[in-house]
């Protein structure tokens, strides 16, 4: 390989001479330079840049998704990440805390391109020690925020912990996609536990995870990994789709036509329209006389409407709702989606003007 030569703590004209040595070692790029002085370090990089290749001049393909692993330390993040990618790209230790800063790589994967992060593993704040750990568990967290899907790996023997819980709410709260990798299944296996139960259990224990598919995986022996990739791209895809607004519409009129709205503060919640307003997460907007104090059983039960229809079930996407108060120019011509005789629509159609406070 070509050789450059660096002699340092050449601090001085003078000392050049003393190392003019240098040249009796026969290497042809001799550099004098001064660390502390930054004296010829210029030159020094001139000389190795003249030796690096050239730029690869071919399109770069870009990647279509951020997939980021996190989890506790221990659970196998750092394993994943090799097996997924093919070679052993991250070190891997028995003894928590291995990975410090995140490890990031492109990866194709049949029809999908890539990026695919290891986090290091983030414990409960009370647990955390040293400036050291505080600092990869900031990275991580920040990790989060940069992806667009995260595989929260869990420990399939341990099963699904409060701090897992708590790194799902972290991930429902910066709006991003989500997929339950239980890896170690290989170990669960020898303790007697069963797929079908596991699933029915944690889902039972940790119902705000219904909308994450769980992949039972074991990275020491492969099993289940295939299916990492393509239930992370089919949550990527979910959490980017848009809907028209027709077919929303259509849902909202089925949902209310099985389920009359409820009463709020004494008044009947009507609901009028709806329309998306956004994605990465979808959020819809439904058009109502009221927009606060909606009750939460209500909600839910729109947003399991709304997911069945549009298939979003475990699809692995948050699915956001929110209430606007339909304004006076908007509800004039606005109907309430729910079917009515035209008599009835009649009889109605004042009440869709915006009440008055008092």
Known sequence: RPLILAVNKIDSPGRQAA?????SLGVESVNFVSASHGSGIGELLDEVVAHLPSRETRPVERATLRLALIGRPNVGKS????RLSGFERAIVDEHPGTTRDPVEIPLKAEEHSLF??????????????????????????????????????????????????RLARLVDNNDRALIVVCNKWDVAAKEGRRVPVFVRDERERYPFLGFAPML?????????????IPAAAKAGEA???????ARLNQVLAGATAALEPPLVAGRRLKLMYVTQVSTAPPRIAIFSNLERDIPTHYRRYL???FRAALGLQEAG?????????AGKSRSEGARPVHSASPASRRRSSPQLQPESEG
């Open 303 to 305: 947003e399991a409407r």
């Open 239 to 245: 959490w980017r789709s848009q809907f028209q607004t």
């Open 317 to 325: 996407t948050p699915f956001r709702i929110e209430f606007r108060r």
């Open 216 to 228: 039972i995986v074991s990275a020491l022996t492969g099993d289940g990994t295939d299916a990492i």
């Open 79 to 82: 394993s994943l990440l090799n």
């Open 19 to 23: 190392g003019a040595e240098a040249y």
């Open 116 to 165: 695919l992060i290891d986090t290091a593993g983030i414990r409960r704040p009370s647990k955390v020690e040293g400036q050291l750990e505080h600092y990869s568990v900031g990275r991580a967290i920040e990790t989060i925020r940069r992806a667009d899907v995260l595989a929260l790996v869990v420990d399939a023997a341990e099963g699904i912990t409060d701090q897992d819980a």
